[in-house]
């Protein structure tokens, strides 16, 4: 086995300043076990007393070859893996795999599933943002904050496990459309969510929005223009908090976003109140979303038709000797996709989620490629923190809303 | 295609030589990689604020050429959305680069560089970024393989534990 070849400073000279090099200033590790670098992410500081001169990220450590994983399994078998990517918010990341794939092979989805893909889509941006919400008041010491967010993403996991058997790794939305359809009971537990939890978003407002000590931590920290953003690939809650009204569910519609009436927040500030501000606003929406979609819930098929591409339901293999057949293909070689290459995005709550997928031919993916909304905005963070103090970086940190499974994929 | 995005595939491709093709009603140009950064400059100025992603792909064992680099634009303004090809070849593979035009190409271009060994000429720090900095090879090569890992049980703990590659005292 190699010797570890250790980084030393001189690796890192051109990215810090002349006077780290002459020990004027101080070289200090964040991260990668500090509670608030949610997860493992290292963060190299150049520190003049208590004021951050120079910030370098350091990522990986989280990176578990996904895209080469995938790329040796099946089209069925590769979408077990996409949960694992940003592993807060799975839903998504699976309905961009299977919007992808659908795109890449043509594959149709019957409304219902559309409806029940928005609906979980939707829940799962309200977990997220919740944990996002959660964790970073914690990190200004508000911890009361991350005992009530985390008691009422259990209501949403019960939902997914109701749904999928599984809280977080659901892979309940599958190419061609779900895994099966919701059960009975699902209805009244999203009522049940839609009655409580606007109640407790204004409870959260009541505890942080007009806080002192919230607003001495938050504002006018950690500023971004739009233009910076859109320079660095910062898209979704941080875009739209620098003022650029753009979002993917609004402005390239899919899964039937289109008919529902729901309002994209936006902040003209682009600091760290203002983010919070739209992520609060965000939650609201996703909540209004969900309503409309249940109530016009269409009755019908959650699975495409098209045996080529998705298995024949169960009833079907014990009467149809083509069903089984089909079954036996698919679960065995699994379904060839034509070739040539596709690429599709979706708004995680993150922001723009995209998979560049492209196909041989054969039955795996040639190349999938995920654009994950994390690494795009993590790298902006030397641009918001040059000359803060410690302490506002953490806040700074917590505004970015990183997943390492999503940056480092 | 979109009606708005004619008009500025026509334009680049009279303008860079390209070629263009259309699957799935996305628009894809192929560029000689000595014109990439000319036409992200112009790209740009026709209203493409966001480099989406960077990417390759790997044709292995073909050689010429053995990569095709991708680049994803959208227009926040405009609404549009195509993708620009660049072939890369596979001897000592290299292409310039547009950090400062895309100021997020910066990681894309390492993690360009330590997944597929494609260099980025003029990119102002040039490391590994997923991968530990003494990783040898280029994991999302083609010729590069799949590791795995022997799963130990009860009965094959010791005689795998023997030959595993970890850290013992």
């Known amino acids: ?409 | 295609m979109d009606k708005k995005l004619q008009p500025i595939i026509e334009e680049l491709e009279k303008e860079f030589g390209a070629t263009s093709t259309e699957y799935r009603g996305d628009a894809s140009l192929v560029l000689p990689r000595e014109k990439i950064v000319a036409a992200c400059q112009k790209v740009q100025g026709l209203g493409f604020e966001l480099l989406s992603t960077l990417s390759a792909v790997d044709y292995w064992p073909q050689q010429e050429p053995r990569f095709h680099v991708i680049y994803e634009f959208t227009s926040v303004s405009m609404n549009l959305r195509f993708e620009i090809r660049v072939p890369v070849p596979g001897i000592n593979p290299s292409l310039p680069t547009v950090t400062h035009i895309y100021r997020n190409a910066n990681w894309r271009e390492r993690e360009l560089w330590d997944m597929f060994g494609i260099k980025a000429e003029g990119h102002p720090d040039l490391r590994r970024i997923l991968m530990p900095a003494d990783w040898e090879g280029h994991p999302l090569r083609k010729d590069y393989p799949l590791g795995y890992e022997e799963p130990q049980f009860t009965f094959n703990f010791e005689e795998i534990d023997l030959r595993k590659p970890y850290a013992k005292e």
């Open chain 1, 1 to 409: 086995m190699p010797d570890i070849q250790e980084v030393t400073v001189d690796d890192l000279k051109h990215l810090v300043s002349e006077k780290a090099i002459q020990g004027e200033t101080m070289l200090l590790n964040m991260g990668p076990q500090h509670p608030s670098t949610h997860g493992v992410l290292r963060l190299l500081l150049e520190l003049d007393g208590e004021t951050v001169i120079n910030c370098i990220p350091d990522i990986g450590f989280l990176h578990t070859g996904i895209e080469k994983n995938m790329e040796a399994k099946t089209y069925q078998k590769a979408e077990v893996m996409s949960d694992r990517l940003d592993y807060m918010n799975p839903v998504g990341n699976n309905l961009a795999y299977s919007m992808a794939v659908e795109k890449l092979v043509e594959l149709d989805v019957p409304v219902r599933a559309q409806a029940i893909r928005v609906i979980l889509a939707e829940l799962t941006r309200y977990q997220s943002h919740l944990v996002w919400l959660g964790t970073a008041a914690l990190d200004l010491a508000a911890m009361s904050m991350f005992l009530y967010c985390f008691r009422e993403r259990e209501y949403i996991l019960d939902v997914m496990e109701l749904c999928s058997g599984q809280r977080m790794m659901t892979t309940y939305i599958r190419p061609g459309g779900l895994w099966r359809d919701v059960p009975v009971e699902f209805e009244a537990a999203v009522r049940n969510i839609l009655k409580t939890f606007p109640k407790r978003i204004d409870e959260y407002e009541a505890l942080l929005t007009r806080n002192p000590l919230m607003l001495d931590r938050t504002l006018g920290i950690g500023r971004l223009t739009g233009e910076e953003c859109l320079n660095f690939g910062v898209t979704g809650p941080m875009l739209r908090a620098s003022g650029v009204k753009w979002d993917l569910r609004k402005t390239r519609p899919y899964s039937g976003y289109e008919q529902y009436d729901f309002e994209v927040p936006t902040r003209p500030e682009g600091d760290v109140y203002a983010r919070f501000l739209v992520r609060l606003e965000e939650m609201r929406q996703s909540l209004k979303i969900v309503e409309q979609a249940l109530n016009k819930l269409p009755m019908g098929p959650v699975r495409s038709n098209n045996f080529k591409f998705v298995p024949p339901p169960r009833s079907e293999i014990g009467v149809s000797m083509e069903a089984l057949i089909h079954h036996f293909k698919l679960w065995t070689d699994g379904f060839n996709a034509p070739k040539g290459s596709i690429y599709n995005a979706v708004e995680s709550p993150r922001g723009e989620l995209g998979v560049y997928l492209e196909s041989d031919g054969g039955p795996k993916p040639y190349r999938i490629h995920w654009r994950t909304p994390s690494f795009d905005n993590l790298q902006s963070i030397p641009l918001m923190a040059k000359g803060v103090l410690v302490a506002d970086l953490v806040a700074i940190i917590g505004s970015i809303d990183i997943v390492l499974g999503d940056v480092d994929r």
